[in-house]
């Protein structure tokens, strides 16, 4: 019921002002009865407090991206550390928030909270936003009376987490773009200019060359079935996602290919490495147990093949094993990392080295998707200069042979 009432809602009201003037207007509030409140401390008496309704198609919110998790972590651990009350901090961030979704959200943990729930116990209701990793560090903060501490740490394990995925996905969507770019720029050709040459051939009354006639056949076929391409691209995708999210193997075989492919493998073998050691610095830094910790770190990894290796490492150290032996044995982790581990475990300073080592590591994986963006960018300018160079010569080819004729 807490849940509900932290909403903030626009109500519709009709009353008297101080002066006896009927008035009418809108207000927001949390319920009826607080909209009611918030009239009468204006001096004015409801007659009629009615919910606003909404339009048929209105917009929805927007959607809450990780993104936004992210900043609203680091302004409440900025108002927690500056000394500002828990509830007045999350009063403080909606305000600031535009994402209405995430201004909510933000209201109903408010209200959890002022209402005798504990941070963790309130965000814990909110799992799609709020992982276990993150309520987990909470708990943890809380329990400890260091709040503010832990707050800081979960926002920047966040805000490195969300900035080496937007590198992932920028490495991995930018070849994805530059090929529907590609075959859109092919379909236009084939659909909208090849007809036109088709038309010109027609009365040369001679055999037209074979390039030539290749391609007026994929123009014809393109323009016949245009829409079934268009279906069986789209069918493609959503199959393939469907797959991925509902198939352990098949998401397994993904992963497994990922890490081999090309150039893109090794970019996605890094961004393992640097959420494998940011993840575990920032939970063993909490005062989490190593091998609940590990827990975490193999749900965090981003990869299946990964995240199984990362178990044997847990069951490895749960029978007594150095962590950085276990990783070891494992022949999936690069000497360095097991070389600062190594250093972490003897000299008691396991969360800096793994620290060093996560910034190390998504360095490299930036400085890999500059490389991987400036490769591609020559490679991309052939594959369209081939495609569409190669279109333009099988139309004038004929016009060529027949000027050698002529």
Partial sequence: MATQAAASHTYVWQGVDRRGNKTKGEITGTTQANAKALLRKQGIVANSVKKKSEPLFAKRGKKIKPADVAVFTR?????????????????????????????????????????????????????????????????????????????????????????????????????????????????????????????????????????????????????????????????????????????????????????KAPIVGDIVEQSVYARFSRTLATTFAAGVPLVDALDSVAGAAGNSVYANTIREVKEDVTSGTQLNVAIRSTGMFPSMLMQMVAIGEESGALDEMLDKVATHYEDEVDNSVDGLTSLLEPLIMSVLGILVGGLMIAMYLPIFMLGSVV
């Fill in 75 to 259: 302004q409440l651990a900025t108002m927690v550390k500056a000394g500002v009350p828990l509830i007045q901090s999350f009063d403080i961030v909606a305000e600031g928030v535009d994402n209405p979704s995430m201004r909510n959200l933000i209201n109903e943990v408010k209200a959890d909270v002022a209402g005798g729930s504990s941070l963790a116990g309130s965000l814990n209701k909110h799992p799609q936003y709020f992982d276990e990793l993150f309520c987990n560090l909470v708990e943890s903060g809380e329990q400890s009376g260091a709040l503010e501490t832990m707050l800081d740490r979960v926002a920047t394990y966040k805000e490195k987490t969300e900035a080496l995925k937007s590198k992932i996905k920028k490495a991995l969507n930018y070849p994805i773009a530059v090929v529907a770019v590609a075959l859109v720029v092919t379909g236009i050709l084939l659909v909208k200019v090849v007809p036109q040459f088709a038309e010109t051939f027609s009365g040369f009354g001679s055999e037209l060359p074979a390039f030539t006639l290749f391609v007026l056949k994929i123009s014809e076929f393109t323009q016949e079935w245009w829409w079934v391409i268009l279906l069986g691209i789209a069918a493609t995708v959503w199959m393939f996602g469907q797959a991925k999210r509902r198939s352990a193997a098949f998401s397994a075989g993904v992963d497994r290919f990922m890490l």
